[in-house]
């Protein structure tokens, strides 16, 4: 069990070193370069939709995490394709949030 | 001093879970781009602590106490509404891990005693055992809780005080670290949900995304479910060295049955019934 959750830390923790590997490349501002990191960033945000979904899925578990998994994926894949209209593309991430909070 | 005892356990678990919402807040309104994360976020903090003590001042004396009751209520509260909503996210777990590490290493000497206790946890017991991973964590959730409640009234019944108190120890232990491990949970959930969703990530590297909507949470997610299923595993390990040695000294009949080796569970459980016949026309006579 110890090696097991050694071995899935570590996998994390490598993880966490390997992403900015994938970092943005500024000095190219090409648009296929700009649609290729669109790209990746939908993923990612679906990714990350797809791990929230699945946490509070654990509700329900097995089913829910499944259905979690899958509704909080394709909302991390449009919703922020459908917000980036709405909000200036220049301020700080969480201002969006802070807005809502406020208003 | 236990109602004292449960109350600094909400405490500390509300507290965190404050601790980690503040975290969270904080993260998510640092300007992108910000080179040193860490001294921004103590900025901050110390910009609200400026402005939050210059409000008090502003307001009266009165106000701090009534703010400092009202918080304290607020952490309790939380401690509480973590420690009711645990069980139900990690149920499942525990069930399966209950199951496998519990029950079946155990079998020989549980059946005999399951047996002798048949009108009321035969049936659950047997269907519980024989179920497969999926049945063991969405079906039969509440055999796993009647098995469970009847081996810790077994030993809350027939065993001595000493030992009970440390039983009872272990068992506040494991409710707190699963009560931390969920407000881990609902955190590495709204840094998850929040940052893929709701916040405007425009500015913000893939580097930084990625960790934050993906690597952060799955961390958080691994410590969390780590913790409770350790301390779970620690607290049925002292459960069930207990409850063979109460059996040893309370009833050693059931025993008897487990001593004999190389038969199947089938021709263990019928002998358990003849040894239970011969007891009863010996009562009898």
């Known amino acids: 069990m110890k090696r097991k959750f050694m071995a899935i830390l570590l996998c994390c923790f490598l993880a966490l070193q390997?992403?900015?590997i994938y970092a943005d490349n500024h000095g190219n501002n090409g648009a296929a370069e700009e649609t290729n990191n669109q790209n990746r960033r939908n993923w990612l945000t679906a990714?990350?939709?797809?791990v929230g979904g699945a946490i509070l899925g654990s509700f329900l578990p097995i089913i829910g995490n499944a259905i979690g998994c899958v509704a909080g994926g394709v909302a991390g894949y449009f919703v922020p394709n459908l917000m980036t209209g709405d909000n200036d593309p220049g301020q700080p991430a969480g201002a969006a949030l802070l807005q809502k909070t406020n208003a | 001093m236990?109602?004292?005892?449960?109350?600094?356990?909400?405490?500390?678990?509300?507290?965190?879970?404050?601790?980690?919402m503040i975290s969270f807040y904080t993260l998510s309104v640092i300007p992108a781009g910000e080179d040193?994360?860490?001294?921004?976020?103590?900025?901050?903090?110390?910009?609200?602590?400026i402005v939050f003590a210059a409000t008090l001042t502003n307001m009266?004396?009165?106000?701090?106490?009534?703010?400092?009751?009202?918080?304290?209520?607020?952490?309790?509260?939380?401690?509480?509404?973590?420690?009711?909503?645990?069980?139900?996210?990690?149920?499942?777990?525990?069930?399966?891990?209950?199951?496998?590490?519990?029950?079946?290493?155990?079998q020989s000497w549980l059946d005999p005693l399951m047996l002798e206790n048949d009108v009321f946890i035969q049936q659950s017991y047997?269907?519980?055992?024989?179920?497969?991973?999926?049945e063991c964590?969405?079906?039969?959730?509440?055999?796993?809780?009647?098995?469970?409640?009847?081996?810790?009234?077994?030993?809350?019944?027939?065993?001595?005080?000493s030992h009970l108190e440390a039983v009872t120890d272990k068992i506040q232990i494991w409710r707190t670290s699963r009560s931390l491990a969920m407000s881990m949970l609902v955190l590495a959930a709204l840094l998850?949900?929040?940052?893929?969703?709701?916040?405007?990530?425009?500015?913000?590297?893939?580097?930084?995304?990625g960790t934050t909507v993906i690597g952060i949470p799955i961390l958080l997610l691994v410590i969390s479910v780590s913790v409770n299923v350790s301390m779970f595993q620690r607290l049925w390990m002292l459960i069930a060295a207990l409850t063979y040695t109460t059996i040893c000294k309370e009833q050693p009949d059931i025993l008897k049955v487990s001593r004999i080796e190389g038969r199947s569970r089938q021709e263990l459980l019928e002998t358990a019934k003849k040894i239970k016949a011969e007891q009863q026309k010996k009562a009898a006579s």
């Open chain 2, 126 to 134: 047997k269907q519980y055992l024989e179920s497969n991973w999926f």
């Open chain 2, 137 to 161: 964590c969405v079906k039969h959730k509440k055999n796993y809780a009647r098995v469970k409640a009847f081996i810790q009234s077994y030993l809350f019944t027939y065993a001595s005080g």
């Open chain 2, 36 to 49: 040193n994360f860490f001294v921004s976020g103590l900025t901050l903090w110390n910009n609200w602590i």
């Open chain 1, 18 to 20: 390997i992403t900015p």
């Open chain 2, 60 to 106: 009266g004396s009165g106000l701090e106490k009534v703010l400092f009751a009202a918080g304290l209520l607020a952490i309790f509260f939380t401690g509480l509404i973590l420690d009711m909503i645990s069980p139900r996210f990690f149920n499942s777990l525990e069930a399966y891990i209950f199951k496998k590490k519990f029950l079946e290493p155990n």
């Open chain 1, 47 to 50: 990714g990350g939709g797809c």
């Open chain 2, 2 to 20: 236990k109602q004292i005892a449960r109350f600094a356990e909400y405490c500390v678990t509300g507290g965190l879970f404050w601790l980690c």
């Open chain 2, 192 to 209: 998850s949900l929040t940052y893929a969703i709701v916040v405007n990530t425009e500015t913000l590297s893939t580097a930084t995304l």
